[in-house]
């Protein structure tokens, strides 16, 4: 049985940049040594993390990952975003997202300037934040608040007859009025009454947060700086706690990760996923990859059979449209790959959690890159870049909620289908089926 280092580099694969002529990853292709060597000695493919043409919310994505059906288990990202940020979730809660936007007056509406009122730093978000922390005490729901890093921030409403069904409040897209949140069509009669009351409390509460926003002294010393004043609360992906199966009893192995932003660590919590200890030493500087990853093929050896280690870097480039940013990124990411190659008894998982077009400047819907290495089978892959893979690729292109079963089977971990000696049939060997007594 090996043991699991999962490296999800966010937002891996691209497409053809003109000024690159190639996707990113072709274009650094010749640098990229150690992913090249991968390539060469594993198997590989590409995967939908959802659907095909469906560009999802890393959130979603990474859900699927873990061998989730995203159709099926409905968690707003809220959920992810507090419990990602240590807050605890009660049955009756309903967490939100947030963003400090910049939104201007015209006419009857809030056009939303930028929603991320400048990457507006700690200092004023936190103490815009108290401003909201004081506003919201006595509203006649019960609501809670937490800012979290520059702009982002989580909300939490509390009580028996709400419900997440409802839209977002943030437009995302600059240029648009801020929504006023709506129940989401299709739910019964019982829920959509819940949901209209939800809306109508957050109609108030976003309207009064900008009428106290817009008028606080921090914002008015942005405004004197020529900066942008964050006059609004912007939310979205509203969620409640679901039960579902946890990562360890789906695939039976003891797992942690390692991840920067609230949202990815949230999804590993929400999956039972354990804390790494040593998370807060860790280093997540851009350039250096390499030390977490020494850390990771550590508590392999020691602790854990899983570990979840993400890469966010590559996207937010992608979403700043600087696909030649993404090519240095790429390279410096491969040198930090150089440990891996020496382990022998380690199965390594390298993908991403959907493509993001560094042209385009967000998610896209198309397949993603992914390699297994580790005494896998091979196929005749030698480069790691989307064209290659697509054509040479031994696993062709899966479904993401695909790649934990291939991933146990090459990890000698899978049952065969068909054999029963485990009440709850896992898909994984177990040795926690009853066994005959004599006595
Ligand atoms: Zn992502
Ligand atoms: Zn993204």
Same mark, same amino acid.
């Given at each position: 049985?090996?043991?699991?280092?999962?490296?999800?580099?966010?937002?891996?694969?691209?497409?053809?940049?003109?000024?690159?002529?190639?996707?990113?990853?072709?274009?650094?292709?010749?640098?990229?040594?150690?992913?090249?060597?991968?390539?060469?000695?594993?198997?590989?493919?590409?995967?939908?993390?959802?659907?095909?043409?469906?560009?999802?919310?890393?959130?979603?994505?990474?859900?699927?990952?873990?061998?989730?059906?995203?159709?099926?288990?409905?968690?707003?990202?809220?959920?992810?975003?507090?419990?990602?940020?240590?807050?605890?979730?009660?049955?009756?809660?309903?967490?939100?997202?947030?963003?400090?936007?910049?939104?201007?007056?015209?006419?009857?509406?809030?056009?939303?300037?930028?929603?991320?009122?400048?990457?507006?730093?700690?200092?004023?978000?936190?103490?815009?934040?108290?401003?909201?922390?004081?506003?919201?005490?006595?509203?006649?729901?019960?609501?809670?608040?937490?800012?979290?890093?520059?702009?982002?921030?989580?909300?939490?409403?509390?009580?028996?007859?709400?419900?997440?069904?409802?839209?977002?409040?943030?437009?995302?897209?600059?240029?648009?009025?801020?929504?006023?949140?709506?129940?989401?069509?299709?739910?019964?009669?019982?829920?959509?009454?819940?949901?209209?009351?939800?809306?109508?409390?957050?109609?108030?509460?976003?309207?009064?947060?900008?009428?106290?926003?817009?008028?606080?002294?921090?914002?008015?010393?942005?405004?004197?700086?020529?900066?942008?004043?964050?006059?609004?609360?912007?939310?979205?992906?509203?969620?409640?706690?679901?039960?579902?199966?946890?990562?360890?009893?789906?695939?039976?192995?003891?797992?942690?990760?390692?991840?920067?932003?609230?949202?990815?660590?949230?999804?590993?919590?929400?999956?039972?996923?354990?804390?790494?200890?040593?998370?807060?030493?860790?280093?997540? !500087?851009?350039?250096?990859?390499?030390?977490?990853?020494?850390?990771?093929?550590?508590?392999?050896?020691?602790?854990?059979?899983?570990?979840?280690?993400?890469?966010?870097?590559?996207?937010?480039?992608?979403?700043?449209?600087?696909?030649?940013?993404?090519?240095?990124?790429?390279?410096?990411?491969?040198? !930090?790959?150089?440990?891996?190659?020496?382990?022998?008894?380690?199965?390594?998982?390298?993908?991403?959690?959907? !493509?993001?077009?560094?042209?385009?400047?967000?998610?896209?819907?198309?397949?993603?890159?992914?390699?297994?290495?580790?005494?896998?089978?091979?196929?005749?892959?030698?480069?790691?870049?989307?064209?290659?893979?697509?054509?040479?690729?031994?696993?062709?292109?899966?479904?993401?909620?695909?790649?934990?079963?291939?991933?146990?089977?090459?990890?000698?971990?899978?049952?065969?289908?068909?054999?029963?000696?485990?009440?709850?049939?896992?898909?994984?060997?177990?040795?926690?089926?009853?066994?005959?007594?004599?006595?």
């Amino acid at each position: 049985m090996k043991n699991i280092l999962f490296l999800v580099v966010d937002g891996l694969g691209d497409e053809y940049i003109p000024k690159l002529a190639g996707t990113p990853l072709e274009y650094a292709s010749s640098k990229l040594e150690n992913m090249n060597k991968m390539t060469s000695e594993g198997i590989c493919g590409l995967h939908w993390p959802v659907k095909p043409g469906i560009p999802p919310s890393s959130g979603k994505a990474h859900l699927s990952l873990f061998g989730y059906d995203v159709e099926k288990l409905k968690v707003g990202r809220g959920v992810f975003e507090a419990l990602g940020t240590n807050m605890k979730l009660e049955k009756n809660e309903i967490a939100f997202r947030t963003n400090f936007a910049t939104v201007r007056k015209k006419k009857n509406e809030l056009i939303v300037v930028d929603r991320r009122a400048g990457r507006i730093k700690k200092k004023d978000a936190e103490a815009l934040a108290n401003t909201v922390k004081k506003k919201i005490k006595n509203w006649e729901v019960q609501t809670r608040f937490k800012h979290t890093v520059e702009h982002r921030g989580v909300l939490i409403i509390k009580g028996e007859n709400l419900s997440d069904k409802i839209t977002d409040t943030d437009p995302h897209q600059i240029g648009k009025p801020v929504i006023a949140p709506q129940p989401i069509w299709g739910s019964k009669e019982e829920e959509r009454q819940k949901a209209e009351k939800t809306c109508d409390f957050l109609e108030k509460a976003t309207k009064c947060l900008y009428n106290t926003l817009k008028k606080d002294s921090v914002n008015e010393k942005r405004r004197r700086k020529g900066k942008k004043p964050a006059n609004i609360l912007l939310i979205r992906g509203g969620g409640s706690i679901a039960e579902t199966p946890s990562f360890k009893e789906k695939w039976g192995m003891k797992a942690t990760y390692t991840a920067e932003a609230p949202l990815y660590k949230g999804v590993a919590r929400f999956l039972g996923m354990e804390h790494l200890s040593v998370e807060e030493s860790l280093d997540f !500087s851009a350039n250096n990859e390499k030390k977490r990853i020494l850390k990771a093929i550590d508590v392999l050896n020691d602790d854990y059979d899983f570990v979840f280690l993400h890469i966010k870097l590559a996207d937010n480039l992608s979403h700043s449209k600087k696909p030649k940013k993404v090519v240095e990124y790429l390279k410096n990411l491969d040198r !930090s790959f150089e440990p891996i190659l020496k382990e022998d008894n380690l199965l390594v998982i390298l993908t991403g959690d959907h !493509s993001s077009s560094s042209r385009r400047g967000r998610h896209t819907g198309m397949p993603v890159p992914l390699l297994f290495w580790g005494d896998t089978p091979r196929d005749a892959c030698t480069k790691f870049n989307e064209n290659e893979l697509a054509d040479k690729g031994g696993l062709g292109t899966v479904h993401g909620k695909d790649i934990m079963p291939i991933t146990l089977d090459l990890a000698d971990r899978a049952e065969e289908l068909g054999i029963k000696t485990d009440p709850k049939l896992h898909r994984y060997k177990t040795s926690k089926g009853k066994t005959l007594k004599l006595h």
